[in-house]
């Protein structure tokens, strides 16, 4: 054994002084080597660098740094906030002068270029991977399918959301019948704005087409926007306030609405941005505080929103017409005259006036007397009323009071609000 180490030994030695010899003897190509190595690396990892950029390249530039874990979500809400400066620059002066503290010369946010920190959440609900779906369904159990005719709207509903977590089909005819139920016991006063000395219903126009425009920017859902005009008309059925102060109301409404409704609700300083700061964050707390305890924290309850896709459905409503519907449905928020009618009401009246404008056989089936408990003649008037909102806005393209028009004038609501009929 110790001959062959010291045989070991000295090969290693004889090898390393041979290799130190060629070194010096030829100095080039060893150099030639090392640089033929140095090349191979870079070749390799300029490979990588490459095949991770590709596997990358639908992520937006700059968001790799900023976000070591991607979220498509933050594109779309990144427009959204890009967006803002409409909103936010509009309330500067024009329409939005008489209801908010801005006055009438200050920058607007096209001067001001600041961002708004949107949300990190998304509207829209997940994809779900075909093979994880299908891996799932073998354990789910099979139910007899049911002959057309004998499928409930309720069913039908949840069939078409089956993929909504939140939807409970086996709930689904009580949740509609309690709703039915409890819509007349949150409703503000019909004639509130009479008793209102210092503001008007123009005022109140003004204030519900800019929510909707915010609405809109930040894509909340509709359960959102009815609530918060729910929660305004019933505060100003109870309260007396003044102008300046109007839109600090609608605001706080819409604070309450989204807390209650999405998943994750837009923070605090985005709702103070939006005012151009002419509300502080403690007036936004402060009212909203006011708010609750005026409305002794009565916030459950059933809006146009809620019945809009279970009479929807019974009312077999393709895109369009649903688009149609939801247009005239938004149009009835901005007058005062609908207060006097429940959401259930309102929404069976803009259906029946959309069934008119698709020329039904019947514009009131029986079966939709029995699924909205509103009879045809019952809904006529209120249906005039909306033809006559949708005509005055169709006419005037929106004039002042342009986000309901120009929201159902986007093709994802198949411009509806240009559309022929």
Known sequence: ????????????????????????????????????????????SGALSERYQCENSHIPSGQLEANSRYSPRLNSLANASRSFGGIRGGLSGGVMSDITNVTAGRASLADKAKPIKPSQHSFQPPATAPARESTTREFLPVRPT?????????????????????????????????????????????????????ITGKMRMILMDWLIEVHMKYRLCPETLHLAVNLIDRYLSK?????????????????????????????????VYITDNAYSKDDVLKTECDMLITLSFKIA?????????????????????????????????????????????????????SNELFMR?????????????????LLRHCSEELRQLWR???????????AVHRKFSMPQHHSVATMSF
């Not at 309690?178 to 004639?191: C, K, S, V």
């Not at 609608?250 to 409704?261: Q, R």
């Not at 005055?392 to 004039?399: C, E, L, P, Q, V």
């Open 1 to 44: 054994m110790p001959e062959l180490f010291a045989h070991s030994s000295a090969g290693a030695r004889a090898l390393h002084e041979n290799r130190r010899n060629d070194g010096q003897r030829h100095p080039g190509q060893r150099q030639l080597g090392l640089a033929a190595k140095r090349g191979l690396r870079g070749k390799q």
């Open 146 to 198: 049911k002959p057309a005719e004998e499928v409930s709207p309720e069913e039908k509903v949840a069939a078409s959301v089956s993929n909504d977590a939140q939807i409970v089909q086996e709930y689904a005819p009580d949740i509609i019948n309690q709703f039915f139920a409890n819509e007349g016991l949150a409703l503000p006063r019909a004639g509130y704005m009479d008793s209102q000395t210092d």
């Open 239 to 271: 309260k007396q306030i003044t102008r300046k102060w109007l839109q600090l109301i609608g605001v706080a409404a819409m604070f309450i609405a989204a807390k209650f409704e999405e998943i994750n609700p837009p923070e605090l300083p985005d709702w």
């Open 301 to 353: 309850v059933p809006t146009a929103a809620h019945f809009f896709e279970y009479l929807g459905v019974a009312n077999g409503c393709d895109a369009v017409q649903r688009s149609c519907a939801q247009y005239i449905v938004e149009l009835g928020l901005l007058d005062t005259r609908m207060l006097e009618y429940k959401p259930s009401h309102l929404v069976s009246a803009a259906l029946l006036l």
């Open 361 to 377: 056989s019947s514009p009131w089936p029986e079966e939709m007397v029995h699924r909205s408990h509103h009879s045809e003649k």
């Open 392 to 402: 005055a806005d169709r006419a005037g393209a929106g004039g002042q009071l342009q």
